[in-house]
């Protein structure tokens, strides 16, 4: 039988970054069947299409593995453990042994493994060793492997556009440690997938090893250059050649700390290129991947539309509801949240939403926001002059104020976009919810998000340096609209 009528695929890691956008690619294909493998199901049910199967496993408790694999034609294998304390290389060496002889036993034909881009023989970092080792114990232990090697993966919500991301934006002025300047080949993460979706096609039965790459070959420095082009940012870099990698491993912790622990591990392996030096992929595969500009452009799109669609409720904490107010990330993007309720049903609730700006004003600090107008207007902004089109009508594109609808749903949701002049992007959304339809005791709950996508140092110094004011006037608003809701029974 061959690869290219395998039906039963086991995804290992599909609550990681690539993992998880594979499950969508390969739940897309009807004519296969998808097996989940992890530690914990719970975390990716009601997620995963209905037809995908949750099996509970962990790569380092091997008698977990064998019921997950049976009936198994070919198995990706995404896994690694550099996020974790202690050594990461033991436990992927560890992980990988646990999988091979569990896929041989099992009768499957095929893994697929996801490994690091690294010259041969060069004196590799741990981490760049660790995924080249773990492809030697697949390859040696278990049944045939088709192991792809790439350099930097380019996609929103990778670790290393998310480290390039909080660099650029946050720092006007960079003193670059040297290895900013060495070659890499990075990938578009659509690309990435495209080749491991590929790889279940391949004829034969061998195993393979075939680096894959971007069209371009770039160095860090020109990615985040280019980042910042798109972004808008002017931002200058002042070559530093005493900054070692682990120097600048110390230096990211300062400046970028939610990525450090694993950011530390990839840049000591910037000292050596990680480009392609074969055609191999080109003569195997039928893809041609993009290159670095288009990658980029890729991600920020992709993120603007998934930002689009995304209600901003579902990315707040789970205790969200349970108090009256919280904060989080999406992407780059601040997003505040205050909540309160309601004795009356949803259609009076929304109503003074519905009435916002113009004559009706913003129910709390009147003084503020004519200040505000007027603020904008010496900017070159519009100011708050325009008013509304109606006083009790809105759709989608109507000015209210300085902001335009975005999106509107009658008696559940309003979202403005702010058209003052700003240091980035800016929404206010207003949502409704019906907790009790009873007449004789309904019960709402309103919920309004601030949203602000700073753009580079300038946007963080404006959100904090307003943001006990902030505070105020989005709580001091939400109490005027519940004030307003209840007398509009």
Not at 184 to 207: C, F, K, N, R, T
Not at 268 to 292: N, Q, S
Not at 371 to 377: A, I, M, P, S
Request: with cysteine; glycine share 8%; charged share 25%.
């Amino acid at each position: 039988m061959s690869p290219s009528s395998a039906s039963s695929i086991l995804l290992t890691g599909a609550t990681g970054y690539v993992g998880g956008r594979l499950r969508h690619r390969l739940e897309a294909d009807p004519a296969r069947s998808l097996v989940c493998l992890a530690r914990r199901p719970d975390h990716l049910r009601g997620g995963v299409a209905p037809e995908t199967r949750l099996v509970a496993g962990d790569v380092l408790d091997a008698a977990s593995l064998p019921p997950a694999l049976r009936g198994i034609d070919i198995a990706f294998y995404l896994i690694h453990s550099m996020g974790a304390r202690g050594s990461f290389a033991e436990l992927d060496r560890a992980g990988a042994r646990n999988f091979a002889r569990a896929a041989r036993a099992a009768g499957v034909r095929r893994v697929i493994y996801l490994g690091g881009l690294g010259h041969s023989g060069a004196e590799l970092s741990d981490h760049l060793r660790s995924r080249q080792e773990v492809g030697e114990i697949l390859r040696h232990e278990g049944p045939p492997v088709i192991e792809l090697r790439a350099s930097i993966v380019l996609g929103s919500g990778s670790l290393s556009f998310e480290m390039i991301r909080a660099l650029v934006e946050r720092l006007p002025v960079m003193t670059t440690p040297r290895w900013v300047s060495v070659r890499a080949q990075p990938i578009a993460i659509d690309d990435l997938l495209d080749y491991l979706v590929a790889a279940l096609d391949l004829p034969g039965d061998e195993s393979r090893i075939i680096a894959i790459g971007g069209a371009d070959r770039v160095s860090y420095g020109e990615i985040m250059m280019e980042y910042a082009r798109q972004r808008g940012l002017r931002r200058w870099m002042i070559p530093l050649p005493v900054l070692t990698p682990h120097l600048s491993s110390l230096w990211l912790g300062l400046v970028t700390p939610l990525y450090a622990q694993i950011g530390r591990k990839l840049i000591d392996g910037l000292r050596h290129e990680t480009v392609v030096e074969d055609d191999a992929a080109r003569r195997v595969f039928a893809i041609e991947p993009c290159g670095m500009r288009e990658a980029i452009r890729r991600a920020l799109e992709h993120e603007e539309r998934e930002f689009a669609l995304t209600r901003w409720s579902d990315a707040l904490s789970s205790t969200a509801a349970e108090r009256d107010w919280t904060r989080t990330q999406l992407g780059p993007r601040i997003v505040e949240s205050h909540v309160t309720e309601v004795s009356t049903d949803a259609a009076a609730a929304f109503a003074p939403i519905r009435r916002i700006g113009g004559r009706t004003g913003w129910y709390a600090g009147r003084v503020l926001w004519t200040l505000r107008g007027w603020l904008d207007l010496l900017a070159g902004g519009v100011g708050m002059r325009r008013g509304r089109r109606d006083p009790a009508a809105l759709a989608v594109g109507d000015v209210v104020d300085c902001w335009r609808v975005e999106q509107i749903e009658a008696d559940r949701r309003l979202r403005l976009r702010a058209e003052m002049k700003l240091p980035g992007r800016a929404w206010l959304e207003f949502e409704v919810e019906s907790l009790s339809a009873s007449p004789e005791a309904p019960r709402t709950r309103i919920r309004q998000t601030a949203v602000f996508d700073p753009l580079g140092l300038s946007g963080q110094l404006y959100w904090y340096a307003l943001y006990p004011l902030h505070q105020w006037v989005f709580r001091a608003m939400l109490r005027g609209i519940a004030r307003a809701a209840a007398t509009s029974r």
